[in-house]
T-cell receptor
Framework: KAGVTQTPRYLIKTRGQQVTLSCSPI?????VSWYQQTPGQGLQFLFE???????NKGNFPGRFSGRQFSNSRSEMNVSTLELGDSALYLC???????????????????FGPGTRLTVL | QKEVEQDPGPLSVPEGAIVSLNCTYS??????FMWYRQYSRKGPELLMY????GNKEDGRFTAQVDKSSKYISLFIRDSQPSDSATYLC??????????????FGQGTRLTINP
């Protein structure tokens, strides 16, 4: 079974530009989450998409946005890049279910290798 | 103050030693507690997770959760050089719809010396 794939793996941009990163989840997984990893702040949650809808969001400015397509593939976009946006951007996919009777349970998030973004 | 605190290390121990990694947290709503391992240039991979307080063992790895103290631990027995990696604790609540938002510790860089 193929894992989570992210493209591109490496990217160099300059301040003020915008960037789009892509994530293809594991086949059958409908939820995709994005995280930013930096040496100073560690891994921080950006947002989660399920069935083309954003259903969870972290504390990032509006320059960070995302979307999910009907095939569950997801993209995230960062506009007006800043030096501090240099980071490893990780995508994770998971199986999930709606309306579980009697509560919910954790489903493992499988991470991709990440996209290393450098802003100059 | 961060929701999850983890000593970033680095931690260096000889092969065969018992390793103890720890995290503390402030949000009592967390339900699930995970340990991820991340090798250089790779994404994190799940080692194990526990629900609520208690112990869980998987081979050389044991995870402990003490919700009363808001403290979780990962023990690695008979450590091997291949265990050298960054270890991240993570926690989450899960909504009835299955939505989850992992909150990570800073990660501890561990080196096992042959």
């Amino acid at each position: 079974k193929a894992g989570v794939t992210q493209t591109p793996r490496y990217l160099i941009k300059t301040r003020g530009q915008q960037v789009t990163l892509s994530c293809s989840p594991i086949s059958g997984h409908r939820s995709v989450s994005w995280y930013q990893q930096t040496p100073g702040q560690g891994l921080q949650f950006l947002f989660e998409y399920f069935s083309e809808t954003q259903r969870n969001k972290g504390n990032f400015p509006g320059r960070f946005s995302g979307r999910q397509f009907s095939n569950s593939r997801s993209e995230m976009n960062v506009s007006t890049l800043e030096l501090g946006d240099s980071a490893l951007y990780l995508c994770a996919s998971t199986r999930t279910a709606l309306g579980l009777a009697g509560g919910s349970r954790y489903n493992e998030q499988f991470f991709g290798p990440g996209t290393r973004l450098t802003v100059l | 103050q961060k929701e999850v605190e983890q000593d970033p290390g680095p931690l260096s121990v000889p092969e065969g030693a018992i390793v103890s990694l720890n995290c503390t947290y402030s949000n009592s709503a967390f339900q699930y507690f995970m340990w991820y391992r991340q090798y250089s240039r790779k994404g994190p991979e799940l080692l194990m997770y526990t629900y609520s307080s208690g112990n869980k063992e998987d081979g050389r790895f044991t995870a402990q959760v003490d919700k009363s103290s808001k403290y979780i631990s990962l023990f690695i027995r008979d450590s091997q050089p291949s265990d050298s990696a960054t270890y991240l604790c993570a926690m989450t609540t899960v909504t009835v719809q299955g939505a989850q938002k992992l909150v990570f510790g800073q990660g501890t860089r561990l080196t096992i010396n042959p």
